[in-house]
């Protein structure tokens, strides 16, 4: 599970330090850092995973504008079991021209160094905390791309599946395509292919089918069942519907946003529950009617408690706000210095009103 | 003034006292931004949904008012043969009590704040009258509240028939209204 994010110098995020649990809700206005920290996660995936350059990833315009340092620090903190591991990435920037470059990258388990880049020049160390190998070349790239083969390097290689059980979700239902792509197995943050990743997953665990299935039918009414039906070498899914007492086919297009989303959502939950999985829903709400959201915020609360399955949501809807207690909750706010400011005990901002109301009226900034 | 955030609670009992207030506000210069505007939007008794509304915002004001700059005002109507609006102010400060530099506005109107439209603008209009409801009186509010205003701010001076409940809400905005 990760258990903390520390960022300095990105966009608003300046000394910034955020703890999680199992279920979080990030609050705040508009411009307060609540995306960025996701985009901060998002690109460090991309980059511990090789999907893209650093200069890309974290160009000069990323640093804090009000900040005169060439320097960012990013560290994350993951928990599992007793084992606590700590990344840490520090990005030089040039000051004139040039891109950035891998100032320092490392790994601990507990207070055991697993690997450390620098100088572009990486060192591995086994689990024993012994000197494992050296390679160059690492002033452009993560060395966590570098897997190698070790018995008694096991953590480290764990380490390296953690960056894969992010899931980043801001989900278009407009962008998601109807039919299966063998190309993507993998969401993509707009889950513009997530009929493919549905039905790679329902290839891989067929029991959710009817746990799905018993959920849909209670949120959308007359739902029968769906499936894949194949045209070509592709797949198209097909949801029935009761009509004239006959199941009647739709495609993924008939549903309206709305639907849409919610069959993600709830696909999304179900077949992550079981996986060690942090799953970034950012504003989830759009398009949801009012009587949908206690459900859902019901589903993602029991599942974070019940499985390990860990759930990052960023919301502005009352409805989920005013579920605060529910979450783990914090509040970002900019002060007068600009940088983002947390605050994490919102009982003490809601004890007449709710604190939707507090929010609408600006108050939280006082 | 930061131009970002609700300064001005407004609890109003019907369509007509929000109209009115929301160009008050205008008048002086507020926007959109400034102002939160609760307002009884069902049935049911008017002064009751004043009173259970000041029972949440009364408390969270007195909670913030060293910590957030606003201000409070219920504006409601009084019970013409019944409860005038001086009582109606009285027994609003009896049961949420204001300090002297609280700036928690109690603003009655007599029988009904289109009566203030009529009067404001140099209409015949008596609070003592039964009828109620004056066809055309709220694309006449513009007009009526920058008089008001102008009378409030001592840039016109008070008429000399000025209506009791009037005199009595321009004494609020005068003693409370924050500068």
Known sequence: MLKSIYINNYNCLVDFKLELDKANLLLGSNGTGKSSVLSVLNNLTDFVNGRNKLEYLFPTHSKTRWLNSNTQSFELCFEENSDTYHYRLEIEHPVFGGSAKVKTESVFLNQNLLLRSKDNKAEYYTDNNTLAMTAGGMSDMSALQLGYSDVNAIKYAHFRTFFSNFEFVKIVPSAIEPITNPSFRFLTPDCSKFISWLRTKSLEKQDVYLELKQSFAQVFPDFVSFGFEQTGTEYVLRLYFSQNQESTPYTFYELSDGQKVLFVLYSLLAHLKDHAVTLFLDEPDNYITLRELQPLISIITDYCEESRLQVVLISHHPEIINSHSTFNSVLFKRGSTQNTQLIIDLATLSENLPLSEIMARGWENE | ?179
């Open chain 2, 1 to 179: 003034m930061n131009s970002d955030r609700v300064y001005i609670i407004v609890i109003c009992e019907d369509v007509g006292h929000k109209s009115f207030v929301i160009n008050f506000l205008k008048n002086l210069g507020f926007t959109e931004r400034n102002y939160r505007i609760l307002d009884k939007k069902t049935g049911g008794d008017g002064y009751q949904f004043i009173c259970s509304q000041l029972s949440v915002e009364f408390p969270e004001y007195i909670r913030n008012r060293n910590r957030v700059k606003q201000c409070l005002i219920a504006f409601t109507d009084a019970e013409p043969k019944k409860i005038s609006a001086e009582d109606r102010v009285k027994d609003m400060s009896k049961h949420f009590e204001r300090s002297r530099d609280d700036k928690v506005l109690y603003i009655v109107s007599k029988r009904c704040v289109e009566t203030w439209v009529h009067y404001l603008i140099g209409e015949e209009a008596s609070e003592d009258e039964e009828k109620r409801h004056h066809t055309g009186a709220h694309t006449k509010t513009k007009e009526a509240v920058d008089r008001l205003n102008r009378i409030c701010t001592n840039q016109e001076p008070t008429p000399g028939n000025f209506l009791p409940s009037l005199q009595l809400a321009c004494k609020e905005f005068k003693e409370r209204f924050p500068e």
